[in-house]
DNA sequence: CGTGGGTTTGACTATACTCAACTACGGTGG
DNA sequence: CCACCGTAGTTGAGTATAGTCAAACCCACG
């Protein structure tokens, strides 16, 4: 999902502002522009018939998304923090394809889309709440860079958007919260802040480890 | 997912034929080709940290799948039955661009297994049993054309790879059937067949209806 | 200073998982 | 041709995890 700049730079663009919960397009619309995120956060999402909402993926700074072609949006998109954007319009894509190295960028674009999706699945299914959190901090916590800062992270979205990311209810998260911290160590500091443990990495391999031994 | 017939005729490619069980590529290799389905059925898979399977996506006559650059394979392909495939070096890829309609055509491929997973996953996630697997039923009488059919559905696949699709255990799968024949009328004929309700129609809008009330 | 969304806590419940035993089928070899 | 084995599927009993409903809470915002 991440994206490659080389070919990106070279395409028509400008830059967008939206406010928290902002949408950026709905679901079934037609593609006319795919994006890139410089700043904030942005949740892609499903409306379920019984009206509950299953966020598929967050973008973070440096993710592009929205690259469907001879599709409807198979899901909406929303900014869960306040964010900035570079959005391309989808024409720019056929004549990418002229260029050298365009289609590979931008096949390339969809392909790490699947990628993030298949992850999330493998995530998602099957999992103990607790797995699918220490599985989520995770995932932000590398996105952050969370070493440098002593294993604090700070998400940007809410707990809501958290919730509805990892298929859980809002309580079942903060309980689980709550049991990650006696648990495995974990402070949480405030709702969206949570500082692991001192070393990171032996959360990692810990994770790796202990998610491998399974529930019980 | 499915193909586009236009662009790909074009390519260089042949057919293959596999066993059932046989496994097309793995998760984590470096990409070398992509296929389409003929006749059969396709698991794209991954294997969880604690040695259960997920099933992702499955691919009947019609999809393409493995179109994937500049990253490994995030999912294991296998033949779920005896099927045939067509193969496309992925060499093929960088050639298409040259020509019009080639880019769009395949992230049109890319794309629409974007679209296949959000599906997925909005399926997958928070429903019951029940509703999971009326989804999934649905979903091959479509591909089927059942209704031409009286109502018929064979699944080419056996019941643990539906359980796996599902997210579910095999057992959870067992019951749900026969609860399915109580609640909704639905007839199965054995392991892998089903007999829906006389008018698929109804059964379509029904599901919809149903599902929207949700559970309780 | 009041209002309201987001979050937390508690009590109860239900859904689906686990373990375990049993059955049916298809293939294999004697 | 029949006995055997192994895999796939079914059924039963008990349990645990996460969902639901309800209420209190807290902070940001107007």
């Known amino acids: 999902m991440t994206g490659?700049?080389?070919?990106?730079?070279?395409?028509?663009?400008?830059?967008?502002?939206?406010?928290?919960?902002?949408?950026?397009?709905d679901e079934g619309e037609?593609?006319?522009?795919?994006?890139?995120?410089?700043?904030?956060c942005v949740r892609l999402q499903v409306l379920r018939e019984d009206g509950r909402r299953q966020i598929?993926?967050?973008?973070?700074?440096?993710?592009?998304?929205?690259?469907?072609?001879?599709?409807?949006?198979?899901?909406?998109a929303e900014a869960a923090a306040r964010s900035e954007?570079?959005?391309?319009p989808m024409a720019a894509?056929?004549?990418?394809?002229?260029?050298p190295g365009g289609v590979a960028g931008l096949i390339g674009?969809?392909?790490?889309?699947?990628?993030?999706?298949?992850?999330r699945l493998k995530g998602l299914a099957h999992a103990s709440a607790e797995d699918r959190l220490m599985w989520f901090l995770d995932w932000l916590a590398r996105?952050?860079?969370?070493?440098?800062l002593g294993g604090l992270v700070h998400a940007p979205m809410s707990r809501r958007d958290v919730a509805d990311f990892l298929g859980m209810a809002p309580e079942t998260l903060s309980r689980t919260y709550a049991s990650l911290e006696?648990?495995?160590?974990?402070?949480?500091?405030?709702?969206?802040?949570v500082q692991l443990r001192p070393s990171l990495s032996s959360l990692k391999s810990g994770l790796a480890l202990e998610v491998g031994a399974g529930p019980k």
């Open 143 to 148: 996105r952050q860079n969370a070493d440098r």
């Open 56 to 76: 598929l993926v967050f973008c973070l700074p440096g993710d592009v998304f929205g690259v469907e072609l001879d599709t409807l949006r198979p899901m909406a």
């Open 109 to 119: 674009a969809a392909s790490s889309m699947v990628s993030a999706l298949s992850t």
């Open 30 to 40: 037609t593609p006319s522009g795919f994006y890139r995120v410089e700043t904030g």
């Open 93 to 99: 894509i056929r004549n990418a394809g002229m260029e």
């Open 85 to 88: 954007l570079t959005r391309y």
């Open 182 to 193: 006696r648990s495995r160590g974990i402070l949480v500091i405030d709702a969206q802040t």
């Open 4 to 25: 490659d700049g080389a070919i990106l730079d070279r395409l028509h663009h400008w830059r967008v502002t939206t406010p928290k919960g902002r949408m950026i397009y």
